[in-house]
């Protein structure tokens, strides 16, 4: 089965052809420009490539209701020129194929779901920490859509009492995104992330943040594993304080042995390292495909 991926950024698209093994065969990164522009590109690619089904995972936020009038658009996104974007409705104008679509992390999720760190689980929590936080969720085998969809990267979190840094999030301030992505690490500290490296005050409050957002993900959905990627997460040094902080806020409430002594195996990196997104992409198209 020849299988198309897009994951579909806010700052680059990339696309893939890939099998149902979750191997990718070919690849493109397409900076993300105007909606024009940038399907041109993505449709260039994907021209003659033979393709049994199409797998799309998009920012968003994204209708996922196949009964609204806009399903298959990103909606109500800050990003320029990328509002109300009917991004099925131009792909199935190209490919007569089926296609799969969901967010970019719910995509995720279901990738590594499929092949990945969570796989033979039926559930799992995926959050990318990056320019912005994300989160797509499994449960019982159901990728989590609801009355939208959820955004778990927006929940709010206590602040720390010697942060006095106001959160960088349009919509909500210190919400977590506002608190702990990308940007807001740049922004209270003066430089980026990855220039931070050797700062461990740094990866401590990073932790700080994200474990509060761990916590209530297992308190309120269970998950069976959380895999935590994006560029913010690179800093390896964030795994171990943020699972220290998990077990302390949990504080022996959860008694489960994969919290209490196999936290290691719990929360972990992409098992599919970058491809994380554009695997989504294909299991995304895998699963359409076997609707069909
Ligand atoms: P995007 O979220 O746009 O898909 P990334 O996941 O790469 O892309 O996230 C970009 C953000 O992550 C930027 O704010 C950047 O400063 C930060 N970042 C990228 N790489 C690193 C790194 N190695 N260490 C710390 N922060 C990083
Ligand atoms: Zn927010």
Redesign the pocket.
Known sequence: MRLGAIEA????FICGIGNENGEILERVTIPTSTPNETFQKVVDFFQEKQMDALGIGSFGPVDLNRESSTYGWITSTPKKYWNNVDIVGEMKSYFNVPIGFDTDVNAAALGELEWGSAKGLDSCIYM?????IGVGAITEGRVVHGLLHPEMGHILVQRHAEDPFKGSCPFHGDCLEGMA???A??ERWGE???S??GKSQVWELEAFYLAQALVNYILVLSPKRLIL????M??EQIFPILKENVIRLLNGYIQHENILEKIDEYIVPPGLGDHA?LCGGLALAKKVRSCF
């Open positions: 950024g806010g700052t680059k990318t920490v990056g320019t912005g992505a990308g940007p690490i740049e980026k992330g990855v931070l490296a990627g994006g560029g913010v690179k800093q997104g």
